[in-house]
């Protein structure tokens, strides 16, 4: 069995580097997070190719369990909520079709959901990070699943789009870049897709850590 333990600035990128090290996609591959890389330290993992021969779970027995595992945490947190699973299926960009599968979580009163969302998402993010963790243990392969909360995520990705929007009129107007506010890889990404078809404007990711920003940049003439 080939496997790689390898290190970098975010989970990420260090799942990259080993993806590509190996030779693999991503679901050719169990990923075993050994760090996650908090307070400025290296993220670590371990890459494990999967062998043909073992049978991988469908997405449809992984979001059984991704519910399970959730509903469990939320009891031991003393939480009164439901979970419901949603797997969704979207072209990707090679035309391949890209699965995901949403938990989200409602019912809980107004206190209790915002001790799951935390400070900008911080607890949320958290948590998605644990249950990826607990759910990869049972099936030996990274599930990438999204945990939303009384529709935090859908909310916070309108108003990052609308901020995105309305700072890249600003950089139009006055031909000057705009720093935004340190964002979490997905918001950024929410950010960068939000205005890469806007030719008027470029963005780019700057800053290490917690302190990554976007800026928006005039399009160079």
Same mark, same amino acid.
């Given at each position: 069995?080939?496997? $790689?333990?390898?290190?970098?600035?975010?989970?990420? =990128?260090?799942?990259?580097?080993?993806?590509?090290?190996?030779?693999?996609?991503?679901?050719?591959?169990?990923?075993? @997070?050994?760090?996650?890389?908090?307070?400025?330290?290296?993220?670590?993992?371990?890459?494990? %190719? @999967?062998?043909? &021969?073992?049978?991988?779970?469908?997405?449809?027995? %992984? *979001?059984?369990? /991704?519910?399970?595992?959730?509903? &469990?945490?939320?009891?031991?947190? &003393? $939480?009164?909520?439901? %979970?419901? *699973? @949603?797997?969704?299926?979207?072209?990707?960009?090679?035309?391949?079709?890209?699965?995901? $599968?949403?938990? +989200?979580?409602?019912?809980?009163?107004?206190? /209790?959901?915002?001790?799951?969302?935390? #400070? #900008?998402?911080?607890?949320?993010?958290?948590?998605?990070?644990?249950?990826?963790?607990?759910?990869?243990?049972?099936?030996?392969?990274?599930?990438?699943?999204?945990? &939303? %909360?009384?529709?935090? #995520?859908?909310?916070?990705?309108?108003?990052?789009?609308?901020?995105?929007?309305?700072?890249? =009129?600003? @950089?139009?107007?006055?031909?000057?870049? $705009?720093?935004? =506010?340190?964002?979490?890889?997905?918001?950024? #990404?929410?950010? +960068?897709? /939000?205005?890469?078809?806007?030719?008027?404007?470029?963005?780019?990711?700057?800053?290490?850590?917690?302190?990554?920003?976007?800026?928006?940049?005039?399009?160079?003439?």
């Amino acid at each position: 069995m080939k496997r $790689i333990e390898i290190s970098a600035r975010t989970v990420a =990128e260090a799942v990259e580097l080993a993806l590509a090290q190996l030779g693999r996609d991503r679901d050719e591959v169990a990923i075993e @997070v050994l760090d996650p890389g908090e307070n400025g330290d290296e993220a670590l993992v371990r890459v494990t %190719v @999967v062998e043909d &021969d073992e049978e991988k779970p469908s997405i449809e027995e %992984v *979001s059984a369990i /991704a519910q399970r595992i959730l509903e &469990d945490l939320l009891e031991r947190m &003393d $939480i009164q909520a439901y %979970v419901t *699973s @949603v797997i969704s299926r979207v072209p990707g960009p090679q035309g391949n079709l890209e699965e995901t $599968i949403t938990l +989200h979580v409602e019912g809980a009163d107004e206190e /209790a959901m915002g001790l799951l969302i935390g #400070r #900008r998402g911080e607890t949320l993010r958290s948590l998605q990070f644990l249950l990826n963790l607990l759910v990869s243990r049972r099936i030996q392969v990274w599930p990438q699943l999204v945990v &939303d %909360v009384g529709n935090y #995520r859908q909310r916070r990705q309108e108003s990052l789009e609308s901020l995105a929007r309305r700072m890249a =009129e600003r @950089v139009r107007q006055t031909g000057r870049p $705009i720093m935004l =506010e340190p964002m979490a890889a997905y918001e950024r #990404r929410i950010v +960068h897709l /939000a205005l890469r078809d806007d030719k008027t404007i470029y963005t780019e990711s700057s800053g290490e850590g917690e302190n990554r920003k976007i800026v928006i940049y005039p399009a160079k003439q």
